[in-house]
Nanobody, 126 residues
């Protein structure tokens, strides 16, 4: 069982930066791949980024490639999402998620993630 709690969301101007954190409880965090998703009202949950259990492989959706960086610290049971050059279209509730069975072909599919945090709001506006 893994419990997740996100933090670091807020209001930021276009072009600004935020770093989201996701703290995990449970001894098995280091064996889980982690992902970040986001959702706007009335829209489906969208894949943002993922990282495998070791941190050696990362994956991004095209719209954030080069602007966002996912990382993890297994000693602290925490995964991060560094978001730079933020745009208004990045506004959403951001969720972190964990999965025990990792397959790079299904990394963007939220149905493969077993554990979810409650989410944190990110608003990009001037």
């Amino acid at each position: 069982q893994v419990q997740l709690v996100e933090s670091g969301g807020g209001l930021v101007q276009p072009g600004g930066s935020l770093r989201l954190s996701c703290a995990a409880s449970g001894r098995t965090f280091s064996s889980h791949a982690m992902g970040w998703f986001r959702q706007c009202p009335g829209k489906e949950r969208e894949f943002v980024a993922a990282i495998d259990w070791s941190g050696g492989n990362t994956y991004y959706t095209d719209s954030v490639q080069g602007r966002f960086t996912i990382s993890r610290d297994n000693a602290k049971n925490t995964v991060y999402l560094q978001m730079n050059s933020l745009k208004p279209e990045d506004t959403a509730v951001y969720y972190c998620a964990a999965r025990a069975i990792f397959n790079r072909f299904t990394v963007q599919d939220p149905s493969w993630y077993a554990y979810w945090g409650p989410g944190t709001q990110v608003t990009v506006s001037s």
